[in-house]
């Protein structure tokens, strides 16, 4: 993945991105109040390689100006009909409110699509109110069943 949207860039993980992405997701978290948990929700983020690259899926960082400023990744999973989990969605609040959020989606998306999965998955917490919002306005439906005891909302996309 390399794709550019406006002054970004969207490109794969590469394992130098591990202390800044983890950095970024764990900044966010807190802003809303939500824990950093790296031995649980977390665990991903600090080994995405074991938790993604190695299952099928893609992390992906969003620089600007050579910073991380962004990350989005997705995984199969076991459940549903040929079903990936989007996860790690998360942006510093400097570049919000510019579209980023809805283009990474929608690269994720394309991606999966190609892939020829035909459910996503997402898990995020009511606090986090602009994810809401942007998962919503993209068919977002909710679901239930979530896993992650820090995110209260679950939301299916049929592809």
Avoid: H
């Avoid at 948990?37 to 099928?56: I, T």
């Avoid at 510019?98 to 990474?104: D, E, I, P, T």
């Avoid at 898990?123 to 994810?131: D, I, N, R, S």
């Avoid at 919002?133 to 049929?158: F, H, M, N, W």
Wanted: glycine share 10%; charged share 30%.
């Amino acid at each position: 993945m390399r794709q550019i949207y406006r002054d970004f860039l969207v490109r794969d993980w590469e394992s130098g991105d591990r202390r800044a992405a983890s950095s970024l997701i764990r900044d966010v978290l807190l802003e809303y109040g939500l824990p950093w948990e790296p031995e649980r929700s977390d665990r991903d983020v600090v080994e995405v390689e074991e938790c993604y690259l190695n299952r099928g899926g893609e992390f992906w960082v969003v620089e600007r100006l050579g910073k991380i400023v962004g990350t989005g990744a997705y995984y199969p999973l076991e459940k549903g009909n040929k079903a990936v989990e989007v996860r790690k969605m998360y942006l510093l609040p400097e570049v919000r409110g510019k579209g980023l959020g809805r283009f990474l989606l929608q690269q994720l998306e394309g991606a999966i699509a190609q892939r020829e999965f035909q459910e996503i998955w997402l898990e995020t917490a009511t606090v986090l109110k602009e994810a809401v919002k942007l998962y919503e306005s993209c068919g977002y439906q909710i679901a239930t069943g979530g896993e992650t005891p820090r995110c209260d909302r679950l939301y299916l996309k049929q592809l």
